[in-house]
């Protein structure tokens, strides 16, 4: 199967410091679902922000749908679409209003911009819901419309950062049938993380797990259950990554920060 994500040698630097990504290639298959696993301050958030134009490698390649990030931001930009771990909905806003105004920034054109929002309310199961304020929302509403507002622009690839973070297992389990339903029906690259061990053996058809800034392993959940020894993915990972407890990385601000980054880019 192709390849819609490249990554050849990847390295990020900041300053004198060790590198905070260190040589890293992989490949994510065109229309699959992969998981990108590793502790906090492993290297996975630099790696998932050089693949979504937020920073430039030191050395290396990256290709997001046949671009590079770092010569045409804007071509990889329109190729995919993120949910970021914080919410980063308009709560004054309504659902409907929150997408139409996701859809002007990304220059869905108007005539076909409400029928998209419409049918996105509808796989989601939010359409009673269109004209109600965000802030009255449970959690897993909020999560819900944010992928909506992830696919409105028919991305190639949906970016999902620990999406179902804070979730109860019901919201989640009805969470990831959606994003399951997306990859079948549309063929949509779905990359996603998450600390949930659970979700990435029984979701993710490939997984790789940075540790110190370097892939320290990558196959499917039972290839590396097999290759540790292990009866679960969750025991697996701590025996690859070991079980010292991780300094968490970047803050709520950043994210946010992030997301208009992206989005602003859209607009130029």
Partial sequence: MDAIIE??????????????????????????????????????????????????PTAGTIRVAGHDPAVDPDAVRHAFGIVFQDPSLDDDLTALENLEFHGILYGVPKETRRARILELLTLVDLMERKTDFVRNFSGGMKRRLEIARGLLHHPQIIFLDEPTLGLDPQTRNHLWGYVQRLNRDEGITV????????????????????????IIAEGSG???????????LEEAFLA????????????????MRQARQIWGGRRR
């Fill in 7 to 56: 990554v050849d040698h990847l390295t990020k630097r900041f300053g004198g410091n060790p590198p905070a990504v260190d040589d890293v290639t992989f490949s994510v298959a065109k229309g699959s679902v992969f998981a990108f696993l590793g502790p906090n301050g492993a290297g996975k958030s630099t790696t998932i922000k050089m693949l979504t134009t937020l920073l430039r």
């Fill in 222 to 232: 039972d290839a590396l259950k097999a290759k540790t020894k292990t009866a679960s």
């Fill in 191 to 214: 990359f996603f993380t998450t600390h949930y061990m659970e979700e990435a053996d029984s979701i993710a058809q490939r997984i790789a797990i940075i540790d110190h800034g370097r």
């Fill in 240 to 255: 690859l990554t070991g079980s010292a407890i991780r300094e968490e990385a970047g803050s709520a601000t950043d994210r």
